[in-house]
């Protein structure tokens, strides 16, 4: 997409988008930090620190060589640095990031979504059958292991991690087979393109939970990770599919809620849903609250 020169507060070149910021703003200042990372790479260096606060996240009991150990092993397989597009100046790298609620349900955003250079879904975010309110592109798929789905030739995947086994499973998930256990059923092998698979970087998720949410919940869901890997790598982001239904659960837009209880899990859903509203308020992601 291409349209008018407005600086952007991200970026020191003025900026392309349709939806550039003309103004910085302290709330934002304060939270966001370009220079963390968002993923992995054969070269990055990890600090122990940030390792030990991953680590409690589930229960990881193995230790910093370990985790060193199985990223050298991750490296030989997988692409050394991720597949990200550079800002261009004269060029606007729009995205948007589709969470899964079930307020897309006669939203009619599928065309809306569809027509973004980055179209980033999560989990089991399907799109066969439901295309009208939700499009049918997908360049991102965000998951971990008990969330994992097949994907196609052309799709990127994205790998939260929140232990060494979910590093250790997308090793064997792509080659031989995983066989260990974890606290819900999990795909043994998965198809993707081992080209495009990047892996989120755990000092990102820490900076996520500490920077943007003051630490409150156990961690971020992995919809807000992604709405802030967005805004670290996209020029403009549109975020879709956020939003508990009326009794505050977060419900799914292919089935019908399976716990009334649920609500937002260990996650700080309220204070989610409030830091995406302001980020929308201070115009720096375009919010599109469905149906
Ligand atoms: O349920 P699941 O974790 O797969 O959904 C992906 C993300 O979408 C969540 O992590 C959450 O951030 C967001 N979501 C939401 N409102 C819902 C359902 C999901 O904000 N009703």
Same mark, same amino acid.
């Given at each position: ?135 049918? $592109? ?5 998951? =971990?292991? *008990?969330?994992?789905? &097949?994907?196609?030739?052309? +799709? ?89 239904? $009326? ?5 799914? =837009?292919? *089935?019908?809620?399976? &716990?009334?209880?649920?609500? +937002? ?27």
């Amino acid at each position: 997409m291409i349209s008018q020169n407005i600086f952007h507060p991200l970026d020191p070149e003025p900026c392309t988008c349709g939806n550039c910021l003309a103004e910085n703003d302290t709330w934002f200042l304060q939270r966001i930090n370009q220079s963390v990372e968002p993923f992995l790479s054969a070269n990055y260096q990890l600090s122990e620190d940030a390792f030990n606060w991953w680590k409690i996240l589930q229960e990881e009991k193995r230790n910093f060589s370990h985790y060193r150990e199985t990223l050298d092993t991750l490296f030989q397989i997988f692409p050394n640095s991720p597949d990200l597009i550079d800002p261009r100046p004269q060029e606007c790298r729009s995205c948007a990031v589709v969470g899964n609620s079930g307020n897309l349900i006669r939203s009619h955003y599928g065309p809306l979504i569809d027509f973004h250079d980055t179209i980033i879904r999560i989990n089991h975010g399907q799109t066969k059958g439901y295309e009208s309110d939700v499009g049918n $592109r997908t360049t991102h798929r965000i998951m =971990y292991p *008990e969330s994992s789905t &097949d994907l196609d030739n052309t +799709t990127r995947l994205v790998l939260f991690p929140f232990k060494i086994q979910d590093l250790e499973w997308l090793i064997k998930a792509m080659t031989t087979g995983f066989s260990g256990k974890t606290y819900a059923p999990i795909k043994s092998k998965i198809k993707a393109n081992k080209d495009l698979v990047m892996v989120m970087n755990p000092g990102f998720m820490r900076y996520v939970h500490e920077a943007w949410l003051q630490k409150k919940g156990r961690y971020p869901s992995t919809g807000f990770m992604a709405v802030l890997l967005a805004l670290h790598i996209c020029d403009e982001v549109h975020v879709f599919g956020f939003g508990a239904d $009326r009794d505050g659960n977060w419900n799914h =837009y292919w *089935e019908k809620l399976k &716990d009334t209880n649920f609500k +937002t899990g260990i996650h700080p859903g309220i204070e989610e849903y409030k830091t995406i509203r302001k980020l929308a308020q201070k115009n720096k992601i375009q919010f599109y609250r469905g149906w």
